[in-house]
């Protein structure tokens, strides 16, 4: 990733009560969760608690509703982001709180989760849309 991406910004981040901002990420690949965790690590530094999950079924017991970001890839497997994220809302995560990630077109992606059914959907490749990330990352980091 390029500087812009790695720019820390958590000296300006107010940690409530100590209590760093739990984003957690529902994905079969464990190096796209490894250069998140990096990149969150670096910009954020200890306002931000990262947790991986490749099982679905192991990441729902670690939800409720004090996850600040989930991010479900859609192809996930055993039942898919789709019944993930139905499940994750169950569990008491706003869908405000979810992200759906996927290498497929953002369009495909608008016409499976239409705007407001939840926070944002991501292509995984497309820079531009990773940029939109860390916009939502930024926001959710800094919010109270």
């Known amino acids: 990733m390029s500087e812009p991406y790695l720019k820390?910004?958590?000296?300006?981040?107010?940690?409530?009560a100590g209590r760093p901002k739990r984003v957690i990420l529902v994905d079969e690949s464990a190096l796209y969760a490894e250069s998140w965790r990096a990149v969150l690590a670096c910009r954020y530094g200890s306002a931000v608690s990262f947790e991986f999950y490749r099982d679905p079924i192991a990441a729902l017991d670690a939800l409720g509703a004090d996850v600040s970001l989930l991010l479900v890839d859609l192809e996930l497997p055993l039942f898919g982001g789709r019944k993930m994220f139905e499940l994750a809302k169950g569990r008491g995560v706003a869908c405000r709180r979810i992200v759906i990630l996927s290498s497929r077109p953002a369009e495909d992606l608008h016409q499976l989760f239409p705007d407001g059914s939840c926070l944002a959907v991501i292509n995984k490749t497309e820079p531009n849309q990773q940029n939109a990330f860390l916009m939502i990352l930024d926001s959710i980091v800094k919010r109270h």
């Open 8 to 16: 820390p910004v958590s000296a300006e981040i107010p940690v409530e």
